[in-house]
């Protein structure tokens, strides 16, 4: 009862004075009056918005309120369209300065830009966790795996210009094929990874020579705010142009405009779906998306259960369950589920509740304010249908904080088999023919990975194949994740459009375009004095190192 009590008391009183908090992770309110438009911060005198942390700090009259971290331009379609305007011109066409610029130049401007964002690093990472709560640790990993995740899209671009930059000769025709930019492309991306996701799009889209819209997301927009003057020094006018606002208000008319070539989201595929259907020209539109997930995880009677444990608990914890990759249902058979559930629930238990900045915590402040209460719906329902909370404390509430709730047995009559819970919620089902499991895939309207946990290699290999046709990546005795980034990320069904990594966002976000000739004397003289003369950014056989 003591360890108990201790735990609650912890829960309880989780949110503190604001004198209490350390010193060097304090910030200044930051109020943002500018967005990036056409090369220049323009001013903004109209309505804000308040950007107000997960984080609940006691006022003077010592109620907790959240704290307010700044505010933000709301802005409306007005400004969308002016900002839709700037990319189209900036593009002209394929004629602009952007789209028209050698890959080498291109580089370089990524580099000065990688350069000047180095330079908020610090500023950057105490925004990421007062704007989302993200712990520190995984609020600088955000940031670090994202300027290495920059450097590893120039890195690639230099490989495939190298194979570009030869010509090729078939059929007594010469040729030479390299990769050319799509237009404008409108970026939006998800607040768990504000930072790190939109950049998997934004990134590769810009340095392939297409225009940008750059849409910050609902939470964790502050955090760009230090970045703008990197965009505009490194990057010339109107290549990117940041959106503010309500999307359901902006985003509509920028889609129904027919301007925008590229619609690169990260979300949910319902919103994604309305997006698509707004064109005029859906068949001129080309979509990159990441969207809904319900990864599952399957221990088996032959699993490792400390690893097991292990795997699952960072799965379905890490950063509060709030990504698209997390484990969010847990299948165990029979034979060990109790065994399982024990030693899961003691793991959960352990966890250290707190604040971001607090050593060692692992469980924090939710970002969104209704979720709370949608994760309390979840269990409820439940708890009806005929499950139960194992762990202490689990689902224990204290204003925006939720802590981890261990749930079994799940069956299919519950919400949390079905709905994607995005939060610190563990559903369990227990079963008994590993075609169980399987089933739940092939009827799940998702597909983007799943965990296999097992030590028997027939077991395994016999559930590797029905899965590989099921989702996108099958993780054996590991959690389900995105990275390394140099490896493919995608899904199927409703859960992605297009394919994610290094090099294949590259490709995603560019077209094959081929001069070709046929191999006369005096069309390979011609070819060769272009060359030669550098006449031309995309005739070339210039070595990138």
Not at 90 to 100: D, V
Not at 223 to 236: R, T
Not at 348 to 373: F, H, N, R, Y
């Amino acid at each position: 009862m003591e360890n108990t009590n201790a735990s609650s008391d912890t829960i309880n009183n989780i949110f503190t004075d604001e004198s209490q908090i350390p010193e060097q992770y304090k910030i200044p309110e930051m109020h943002q009056r500018e967005y990036l438009l056409n090369g220049e911060l323009v001013q903004w005198n109209g309505e804000v918005v308040e950007v107000l942390s997960p984080v609940f700090v006691k006022g003077e009259d010592g109620i907790l309120k959240r704290k307010l971290v700044g505010t933000i331009p709301h802005t409306s379609p007005k400004e969308a369209m002016e900002a839709l305007d700037a990319a189209v011109a900036a593009y002209n066409n394929g004629q602009g300065e952007w789209p028209t610029m050698s890959v080498d130049e291109r580089i370089k401007c990524m580099q000065k830009f990688v350069y000047l964002m180095i330079q908020q690093r610090d500023l950057v990472i105490k925004l990421l966790m007062w704007e989302i709560g993200k712990t520190n640790g995984d609020s600088t990993k955000e940031f670090d795996r994202t300027v290495e995740y920059i450097n590893a899209t120039i890195d690639a671009l230099k490989d495939i210009d190298r194979e570009s930059s030869r010509f090729q000769e078939a059929e007594g025709t010469i040729a030479q094929i390299r990769r050319a930019p799509l237009g404008v492309v409108l970026s939006m991306g998800p607040f768990n990874y504000p930072l790190n996701e939109i950049f998997t799009t934004l990134i590769p889209a810009l340095i392939m020579g297409n225009t940008i819209l750059f849409k910050l997301p609902k939470h964790g927009v502050l955090a760009h705010y230090p970045l703008l003057q990197a965009f505009k020094e490194a990057f010339p006018a109107g290549t990117v142009n940041t959106l503010y606002g309500k999307g359901s208000e902006i985003i509509s008319p920028l889609m129904e405009s027919g301007k925008v070539n590229v619609l690169a989201f990260i979300g949910s595929s319902k919103v994604a779906n309305g997006l698509k259907k707004l064109h005029p020209k859906v068949n001129r539109l080309r979509a990159i998306l990441s969207l809904d997930a319900k990864n599952a995880a399957i221990v088996t009677n032959n699993a490792d259960l400390d690893v097991a444990v292990s795997e699952c608990l960072l799965g379905s914890l890490s950063f509060n369950g709030q990504r698209c990759t997390a484990l969010k249902l847990i299948f165990v058979q029979k034979d060990v589920a109790d065994a399982f559930i024990k030693k899961l629930s003691d793991a959960v238990a352990a966890l250290k509740p707190g604040l971001p900045w607090e050593k060692d915590v692992k469980i924090t402040p939710l970002p969104e304010a209704d979720k709370p209460g949608y994760l309390k719906t979840c269990l409820d329902d439940a708890i009806a249908n005929g499950a139960k909370i194992i762990n202490e404390n689990g689902g224990l509430t204290n204003n925006s904080f939720v802590f981890p709730a261990v749930v079994y047995p799940v069956n299919d009559t519950m919400k949390l088999y079905h709905e994607e819970q995005f939060g610190p919620i563990i559903p369990v089902v227990p079963f008994d023919s590993l075609d169980e499991p399987i089933d739940y895939q092939i009827n799940a309207s998702h597909g983007m990975q799943v965990s296999i946990f097992s030590n028997d290699a027939q077991e395994v290999a016999n559930l590797i194949d029905p899965f590989v046709n099921l989702v996108s990546r099958v993780n054996i005795n590991c959690q389900s994740q995105r990275g390394p980034d140099v490896f493919p990320f995608t899904g199927r069904k409703d859960s992605a459009e297009g394919t994610l990594s290094v090099f294949d966002a590259l490709r995603s976000f560019s077209i094959r375009s081929l001069v070709a000739t046929k191999a006369t004397d005096a069309n390979k003289q011609l070819f060769n004095t272009i060359v030669r003369d550098h006449d031309s950014n995309f005739l070339s056989t210039d070595y990138i190192f």
